[in-house]
T-cell receptor, first 111, second 114 residues
């Protein structure tokens, strides 16, 4: 089992729809959770982070964390073609001293 | 000002050669990382340094040797390059050492070994 698993893509949604990206992790000691966006040919860029159970909203983005289920998700409301990218989930464990990245989910938003 | 910079951006070389990639951050962060992203886009950590001290050394061939002359710089030297080393190498930095959470990535170095 991979340490961090993301729903296999690619994911395609129409413009204006809600895109839902999911991530599960195996290390129960994980404390910090991150979503990075990576455009083709570019470097990963942090877009959201969440530390506590529940929802965290930032503009059109909402991160959701459920530590009991070892599940973190990213919702993108009113999806735009500019949201088309690969989204990487990262999970951090203080004791391990590192972040582990998922394989990423490629999102395509069609006009 | 570029927060995390890497040189070179592209590197094409032949098998068996030795090459180096340089990374610098001007964010004042304590921790720096090297990641390898292969053709399948999987991002895998290779090394992490905190204040010039090696703290993470994943299962990486010992042909790869990182060096951190100061906490703002982390270089990667690769000996005897192999075809399988072809990938994009990203440098990153983080203030939240050693948790490695909020990371800022450099633009990447695309290494092609022929």
């Amino acid at each position: 089992q991979k340490e961090v698993e993301q729903n296999s893509g690619p994911l395609s949604v129409p413009e204006g729809a809600i895109a839902s990206l999911n991530c599960t992790y195996s290390d129960r000691g994980s404390q910090s959770f991150f979503w990075y966006r990576q455009y083709s040919g570019k470097s990963p860029e942090l877009i959201m982070f969440i530390y506590s159970n529940g929802d965290k909203e930032d503009g059109r983005f909402t991160a959701q964390l459920n530590k009991a289920s070892q599940y973190v998700s990213l919702l993108i409301r009113d999806s735009q073609p500019s949201d088309s990218a690969t989204y990487l989930c990262a999970v951090s464990n203080t004791n391990a001293g590192k972040s582990t990245f998922g394989d990423g989910t490629t999102l395509t938003v069609k006009p | 000002d570029t927060a995390v910079s890497q040189t070179p951006k592209y590197l094409v070389t032949q098998m068996g050669n030795d090459k180096s990639i340089k990374c610098e951050q001007n964010l004042g962060h304590d921790t720096m990382y090297w990641y390898k992203q292969d053709s399948k886009k999987f991002l895998k950590i290779m090394f992490s340094y905190n204040n010039k001290e090696l703290i993470i050394n994943e299962t990486v061939p010992n042909r790869f040797s990182p060096k951190s002359p100061d906490k703002a710089h982390l270089n990667l030297h690769i000996n005897s390059l192999e075809l399988g080393d072809s990938a994009v190498y990203f440098c990153a930095s983080s203030q939240e050492a050693p948790q490695g959470g909020l990371q800022y990535f450099g633009p990447g170095t695309r290494l092609t070994v022929t």
